[in-house]
């Protein structure tokens, strides 16, 4: 082959060797444009997705709020709790008006705190946590049940039995008097706690309780070490509880003592 036609067919050959790599080339390209617009396709039908299930979600009446559930109520009537809440049924889980919710549950002044809890397809559970009485306040002809915080839970023409008396100046229950009162009852082992008639104090440092059955007294003093006082007065009692009148002091717990009348 002369070199002028071997020179036309490597000429030939590079051409075409070129458009089977331009060819290459643009398969690879047309190739990533159709995965680039699977992927965007497929993002794009995801959020569809999505959106259709929030807006199910929000809007939907098979959402909908058609039960309250109360729970941990003892003194509460659960049905009141319902009755108050009943505006809210009928409107979506997603939608429901926490704040009115709010605002219904702290008319009760017997709940002390509450968690609610979202039940699909449409139930509201509502979680209360009553206030606790530590003891009854005398005014007037009324006896005052009371929580620490000094909340009246109830009001009652009688005494309740079990609940020991409190006597703090003008029955102020913001005082500090009242403060380490409360502190030193729930400091208190449950059946000392029972045997208390009466717990008086005029300031923070000088709480004295009544036992009730008996003429014996006990010096608390302040509401410090209540813990550790606690557990000295029980041990006094266990030895003393039969030995007629006298008072107790555990205003020094390092050298509690009883003295007999």
Known sequence: MSPEKQAVAELRRAELARRRAEKQELRRFTRRQRHRRAMWWSLTGVVAVLTALILIAVFSPLLALREVRVEGTQRI????????????LGTPLALLDEGLVRDEL?????????TTELAPPGTLIVRITERTPVGTIIRGAAFDLVD???????????????????????????????ASITEVLFALPADIRA?????????????????????QRVE????????HKARVLAALVAIHGGDGSGLYDVSAPGSAVFRRD
């Not at 709790?81 to 809210?88: F, K, N, R, T």
């Not at 608390?220 to 813990?227: E, K, P, T």
Request: glycine share 8%.
């Open 195 to 215: 045997q208390v008639d009466t717990i008086a104090a005029s300031t923070r440092d000088n709480v004295t309780l009544q036992l009730a059955g008996s003429n």
């Open 77 to 88: 009537d659960p049905a009141l709790v319902v009755d108050a809440l009943d505006g809210q």
């Open 220 to 227: 608390w003093g302040s509401a410090q070490r209540s813990d």
């Open 106 to 114: 702290d008319a009760f002044t017997l709940i002390r705190s509450y």
């Open 148 to 178: 620490a915080a000094g909340v009246v839970i109830e009001s009652s023409p009688e005494r309740v039995a079990g609940m020991p008396v409190i006597q703090v100046p003008g029955d102020d229950v913001e005082s500090r008097a009242y």
